[in-house]
């Protein structure tokens, strides 16, 4: 096999109370790539469509990442790379981590999968940390893995699969403003209230429990960021707005995807998800900022060839 097609789906990361560990992936947007062997050695950024972004693969996510694999390699040919990009950058939902993870899936499949997942996630770690000005592996790792994903440790790096419940869904509104994620980080403490702490990890065990157990309830009474969320939703207009109106609706939970500007919220059954859907979209209807809304069910299979 010379030349590949995939489709790199988009992430909810942090959920909640799981601020840099826990991500989970969505099925109904994601970025496309070709990746061909080509007889130049090195790593080629040859096509970019949907929004401008750097060429160069030194400068661009996709091609940092796939960098980083190319050097553990001894090889007599290349990569070209072509990127279909349809997650707007900033938006809060995987942009980068999309083209990061894309690259590097890709050329392991035109070489017969050299590499494990984790190890895939290592490489694509390098081409996030261009992005967010740091290493962190939560919205790459569920793009790979699908379905929920637990980042257990970095160094070593270890992923888990969590379960994810089958009547799961996830409605997602991404307001048409930027949040950079580097920024997004810049604004949050280095020292939190203990008290705040430990309502967090309280949270997080018993959401880890509830996605096991498929204890919609027990989800429900966890999807809550005592440390994260009260700095980060001053910088999305109407946020406690949206919380309230899908909590009102039946959302099981509401947050910050990423770093925003996009709001997740969980949802029982997908009659749930598109009452929430509704909500939310009466509320973002007012306010004369441009928005894209949808419904997925939590994909379990993560990124994928299309042809």
């Not at 290592?122 to 790979?144: R, W």
Request: aromatic letters at 8%; glycine letters at 8%; hydrophobic letters at 40%.
């Amino acid at each position: 096999m010379n030349q590949i097609k995939i489709f790199s789906p988009a992430t909810v990361a942090n959920v909640a109370c799981g601020f840099d560990v826990l991500g989970f992936c969505l099925n109904e947007i994601g970025d496309e790539m070709c990746i061909k062997k080509t007889y130049k050695k090195g790593i080629f950024i040859v096509k970019i469509e949907g929004f401008d972004l750097p060429i160069e693969a030194e400068l661009n996510v996709a091609g940092v990442s796939a960098l980083a694999m190319y050097k553990t390699l001894d090889l007599d040919y290349g990569f070209e790379i072509e990127i279909y990009k349809n997650i707007k950058p900033g938006s809060g939902i995987g942009s980068s981590a999309a083209s990061a993870v894309g690259s590097v899936f890709g050329i392991n499949e035109l070489l017969d999968r050299p590499f494990n997942k984790t190890q895939l996630v290592e490489f694509a770690i390098k081409g996030e940390a261009l992005a967010s000005k740091c290493e962190h592996a939560d919205n790459l790792a569920p793009a790979i893995f699908g379905g929920f994903t637990l980042v257990k440790s970095m160094s070593p790096l270890e992923i888990l699969q969590i379960p994810v419940p089958k009547n799961l869904y996830a409605t997602i509104i991404h307001p048409q403003i930027e949040i950079k994620t580097a920024e997004a980080r810049a604004i949050l403490p280095n020292q939190v209230n203990l008290q705040d702490a430990i309502e967090q990890w309280s949270n997080f065990g018993s959401l880890i429990h509830g996605l096991h157990t498929s204890d919609y309830q027990l989800i429900k009474r966890s999807l809550h960021d005592s440390i994260v969320e009260p700095h980060r939703s001053k910088l999305i207009p109407n946020y406690n707005d949206v919380k309230t109106a899908a909590i009102k609706a039946g959302a099981l939970g509401t947050g910050i995807s990423g770093s925003g500007p996009s709001i997740f919220s969980l949802c029982e059954g997908l009659e749930s998800a598109n009452n929430v859907k509704d909500a939310i979209k009466n509320i973002y209807s007012k306010t004369g900022i441009k928005f894209d809304i949808y419904v997925s069910k939590i994909n379990t299979e993560g990124i994928k060839i299309l042809n």
